[in-house]
């Protein structure tokens, strides 16, 4: 060991734990096919037709019934039925509805399976801390906002999904733990594998003509999430002692598909995801780079990345031409460098927003409000009446967080989220790097709040990273 070395916190020990280890002091959980079938079936219904696309919910909101990583599976299916592709699957009808009866089922199961607190103070403590910040969304929309109904069920949305979220993973064994990370990992590369023969063809551009979309129903969304899947990937790399070129390879198809998605936020949140994640993490987590990073000592990885390099310097013409449509959207956008395309797309909603921080500083706009109210539409459903779409545009979450907010609201939701990348870092370089990916691609698109479409996918990411660990959990992993 470095002599230089922090010693490893216990909570973080888990994370570091050699897999042989772990393997000898708890029982992996055993594979079963009935425990995806129900899955499998309600990926038929989404794709038959649309009355069965409604039904593809409810399934999903039974199966979560069934236990804490049914829950998580169930949610992550959720992301998926709300994001295909409408070349792919059908319209449903009543698909926010359905949505909410998924989140509900899983909220319901954390209470049915031990409650949302099981697993001793500190593993409960992140879930509270949840619970409380949404409370008090809801008492600041109360009192501030000017459509109340949409602030507090925007609000309540946010808070149930996030603190499900949480408890799932904080209430799962280790083995459990690394299984439902490694699903939620195989889901997004399955979304890879299966976008992949679309961008020869039509059906992989349907939104505009131009950005690969895959199987996803926007650039926009196909683009942020293989960025986190990029990062993702890329931090095992950094993460192993002995990287495998399979993960090397999904890199790189990752970056691929970003560029070709034209998705810009994406590309940015990536490649900064991944370099802040190696500069921040040892200082989150307490581990030295050189526990932390073994792969930085691999000769593949660095095989890898002199031969990309060179790759790079001989082909510059090709990759300069490549970017240049990549940041001008095959010549939809008129930018010459990133910033010029971030000021053209972002600025007059930065300054409509910090005109109305400077109008109120202290109370904030409303929760969930766009900045200029009068230009929302709100959808209802037909039969309750409830706002189920409130659609805003925001970029640079930070500023979006201080208007609605306002200043003293603002620094309690920057406590929550230092608090859940502290135990992100704690739980290793892979959590904490998808963490960061995931609040930068909101310096583009204010969704972590949001919790259907992508915003579920950024949930349920940032709560297998922020969920804290249970001593003793990491007792029976180190032996």
Not at 91 to 118: P, T, W
Not at 202 to 230: D, E, K, S, V
Not at 287 to 311: D, I, K
Request: charged share 15%.
């Amino acid at each position: 060991m470095d002599k230089f070395a922090r010693p490893m916190p216990p909570h973080a020990a888990m994370a570091y734990a050699p897999p042989w280890l772990a393997g000898r002091r708890e029982a992996r959980p055993r594979f079963s096919i009935w425990t995806y079938a129900p899955l499998l079936a309600a990926l038929a219904l989404r794709l038959a037709s649309g009355p069965t696309a409604d039904l593809s919910y409810l399934a999903l909101a039974a199966y979560a019934l069934a236990g804490r990583p049914h829950a998580l599976r169930a949610l992550a299916m959720s992301w998926l039925f709300s994001m295909i592709s409408p070349g792919i699957a059908p319209d449903a009808a009543y698909a926010a509805l359905g949505r909410y009866a998924v989140l509900g089922g899983a909220a319901l199961s954390m209470l049915l399976h031990g409650g949302l607190f099981k697993g001793s103070p500190p593993g409960g403590g992140m879930v509270l801390a949840t619970i409380l910040l949404g409370l008090f969304l809801v008492l600041h929309s109360y009192f501030v906002s000017p459509m109340v109904d949409v602030s507090v069920l925007k609000a309540v949305s946010w808070a149930i999904a996030m603190a499900a979220i949480l408890s799932a993973w904080t209430g799962l064994t280790p083995a459990e733990r690394d299984r439902a990370a490694g699903e939620l990992f195989g889901l997004l590369v399955l979304v890879l594998l299966v976008s992949l023969p679309l961008i020869a063809l039509p059906i992989g551009y349907l939104r505009n003509g131009t950005g690969f979309q895959g199987i996803l129903n926007h650039p926009q969304a196909f683009g942020p999430t293989m960025a986190l899947l990029g990062a993702w990937a890329a931090a095992r790399l950094l993460g192993e002692r002995h990287p495998t070129w399979r993960s090397v390879i999904l890199v790189g198809f990752c970056l691929f598909v970003v560029l070709a998605s034209e998705a810009r936020t994406a590309g940015v949140a990536m490649v900064l995801g991944i370099g802040l994640s190696v500069m921040a993490a040892p200082g989150f987590s307490g581990v030295s780079v050189r526990r932390l990073l073994p792969g930085l000592r691999s000769p593949r990885l660095w095989t890898a990345f002199f031969a990309a390099l060179l790759a790079g310097l001989m082909l510059a013409p090709v990759i300069a031409q490549k970017f240049d449509h990549y940041i001008t959207k095959s010549g939809r956008a008129e930018a010459g460098s990133l910033f010029q395309a971030y000021d053209q797309s972002r600025g007059r909603l930065i300054d409509k927003m910090t005109e109305n921080i400077v109008k109120r500083p202290f109370t904030g706009s409303g929760f969930g409000i766009a900045s200029e109210p009068a230009l929302m539409i709100v959808r209802r459903d037909p039969i309750l009446g409830l706002p189920v779409g409130a659609s805003i545009e925001k970029g640079v979450l930070p500023l979006a967080i201080v208007e609605e907010v306002g200043i003293a609201g603002a620094l309690l939701v920057g406590a929550w989220f230092f608090r859940l990348m502290r135990n992100a870092g704690r739980r290793g370089i892979a959590p904490f790097a998808v963490g960061l990916t995931a609040i930068i691609l909101n310096f583009g698109e204010a969704t972590l709040f949001s919790a259907g479409g992508l915003g579920l996918l950024l949930l349920l990411l940032l709560g297998w990273g922020g969920a804290s660990a249970r001593p003793a959990m990491d007792a029976r992993r180190l032996g």
